[in-house]
């Protein structure tokens, strides 16, 4: 049987304790009530019985919280839960003999569900014990450890839970001292539930507390440490490879304390590297990728242009391109891109007619001599003034019929 886990008499005595005030508990399903595993404990915290039950128990995960017995209803509040609860752990205490209603609510008290239905007194669960003996059951020693062990929480915790925490466990250690150890355990057990809302960081383990590090675990983290500073380079990567080095001889020494203090000093100086390092850069986006692309083909595209004004315009229009797709901007870089490739297509378009004009004009006959004189000089002159006019009209196409201005031109 394990340290922790509880049955028949022992766990009869515990839920009873439980009526007196909240304790921790945790609780493991297994698949009959033989193989579930339930603890209560007056002085370990919810979160080292709820390891010691992943550990122990056949289930993969356990429930943890505190345990309140107010009549005949145990009322379970959870920082983790495990299916179908409040039904298993009712047939767990009737197969132990504990006539109970099973009521599970969540770390803020909202009930989420329950086991209820008629049940008999339970003669043995019945508060008729006297107060001395109560007292006695309940042990000053053991109250004084919870306090101790719930005083670093109540410090880490935020200002406005701590100062009211802190004036009411003063109270509770009035309370032990005037040996009025039963309202202890109550208000105790109050403060406790409170503490076991908080978030993990806020709850700092003691000495007292704190379930002793086991070989194993410090291996495996010391594995993770190795591999974490593997990932690291310079002189920081050095120091931290120094240190591990002393946490590993202290672990082979048989120090766990002095290892696992060491563990958590290295854990801490990785997460701080790690936090202070720039995050990698984004995948490319596959989209960006063929935009880019894209560009430099209509850019080679244009360069092949043979009428050069044609092709300065189609560059300029595509110059914002890198500008959008750089700035993330799809959308925008997508758009410009199709009127570039309508610009391009044109241009083609009107770069062919010419050719095939230029083809259709037919060579000089044998003998042709160029003509001559001030009138042929003239008619150049204009020629020249109209052809580009006409050459930016077809490859622009300014005309609705390219191929008649390429008729009339030949």
């Not at 997508?334 to 309508?342: I, N, W």
Request: include cysteine; charged fraction near 25%.
């Amino acid at each position: 049987m394990s340290e922790f886990a509880l049955e028949g008499p022992e766990l009869k005595k515990m839920v009873k304790l439980a009526s007196k005030g909240a304790l921790p508990f945790a609780f493991n399903p297994g698949k009959s009530p033989d193989e579930h595993y339930f603890a209560l404990h007056r002085k370990r915290p919810a979160r080292a019985l709820a390891k010691a039950a992943k550990e122990e128990g056949v289930g993969k995960k356990a429930a943890f919280g505190t345990c309140l017995v107010e009549g005949k209803v145990m009322k379970l509040q959870c920082e983790v839960v495990v299916p179908t609860m409040a039904k298993t752990i009712k047939k767990f205490l009737k197969a132990n003999k504990i006539a109970l209603n099973v009521e599970i609510l969540d770390a803020d008290g909202v009930l989420l569900e329950s086991d209820i239905e008629d049940l008999p007194d339970d003669p043995d669960l019945q508060d008729d014990t006297p107060v001395q003996e109560a007292q006695e059951e309940l042990s000053t020693a053991d109250l004084i450890a919870r306090v101790k062990a719930a005083q670093p929480r109540i410090a880490a915790a935020p200002k406005p839970v701590a100062e009211k925490l802190a004036p009411a466990l003063k109270k509770v250690v009035g309370e032990i001292k005037a040996e009025n150890l039963a309202q202890a355990a109550k208000s105790l057990g109050l403060i406790e539930g409170v503490l076991a809302k908080l978030p993990v960081a806020t709850e700092a383990p003691t000495t007292e507390t704190a379930a002793p590090p086991s070989t194993a675990e410090l291996v495996k983290r010391l594995t993770e440490i190795k591999a974490g500073i593997g990932g690291i380079d310079g002189p920081a990567a050095e120091k931290l490879s120094a240190a591990l080095a002393k946490v590993v001889t202290a672990l082979k020494a048989g120090n766990l304390d002095t290892a696992a203090a060491g563990a958590s000093q290295l854990e801490a100086a990785l997460t701080k590297i790690k936090s202070a390092a720039p995050p990698p850069p984004p995948p490319p986006d596959p989209q960006m990728i063929k935009l880019t692309q894209l560009v430099q083909n209509f850019e080679n595209q244009a360069g092949q242009l043979e009428n050069k004004e044609t092709a300065a315009k189609i560059l300029k229009a595509l110059a914002p391109a890198n500008g959008h797709i750089q700035g993330g901007d799809k959308p925008a870089a997508t758009a410009l891109l199709t009127q570039v490739r309508a610009l391009l297509e044109a241009a083609k378009v009107a770069q062919a007619a010419a050719k095939q004009a230029a083809d259709e004009i037919p060579d000089a006959p044998e003998g042709f001599e160029a003509p001559s004189g001030p009138e042929y000089d003239a008619w150049i002159a204009a020629f020249s003034r109209i052809e580009p006019e006409v050459n930016r009209a077809m490859s622009e196409g300014l005309v609705e019929d390219v191929s008649t201005l390429k008729r009339d031109w030949s």
